[in-house]
């Protein structure tokens, strides 16, 4: 998941410039507003995993970060590299019936199963917290304007 921020105005491309000039104006905004909705969408996309996970791995490896600096700055929700867990797909997706044969690590023919429903866990977190992140960054880009308009 990520968010794009979008700043319209008639003098844009000086904007972009003195942005790219002098990071720390939009690292002062932009920041702060991506931590609170990176952190409001983990924990919303965590409250919709209520399935169960021996492992306990997908709940583990989930996390968040943000990134970057000035007009780049990057805010991640999920599972990232090599720790994504596989069942994380399948449980946001669901699975049709299908046919398994041997499993080795349990040591059993299973001839069909049955499949799962999409949980859809991500989609609904992102869903419930996206009036938020749209509020906040645009206040974030409203900031940005307004400190760039004083300079």
Do not use: C
């Not at 090599?82 to 690590?105: C, F, Q």
């Not at 509020?135 to 308009?149: F, G």
């Amino acid at each position: 998941m990520s968010y794009k921020v979008e700043l319209i105005a008639t003098d844009l491309d000086w904007q972009i410039q003195r942005l790219k000039l002098e990071p720390k104006i939009a690292n002062s905004h932009l920041y702060p507003a991506m931590n609170r909705v990176v952190r409001a969408a983990r924990t919303a996309i965590g409250s919709f995993m209520t399935f169960k996970n021996q492992s306990g791995r997908t709940r583990a490896t989930f996390g968040s970060k943000v990134s970057g600096q000035g007009v780049n700055i990057t805010g991640r929700v999920g599972w990232f590299g090599k720790d994504m867990p596989w069942s994380v797909n399948v449980l946001e997706y669901g699975a049709r019936p299908h046919a398994i044969g041997y499993v080795p690590t349990l040591k059993v023919r299973i001839d069909s199963h049955p499949g799962i429903p999409p949980m859809k866990f991500v989609e609904r977190g992102y869903q419930l917290v996206a009036p938020q992140v749209e509020e906040e960054m645009q206040r974030a880009a409203d900031e940005i304007t307004r400190d760039l308009a004083v300079r």
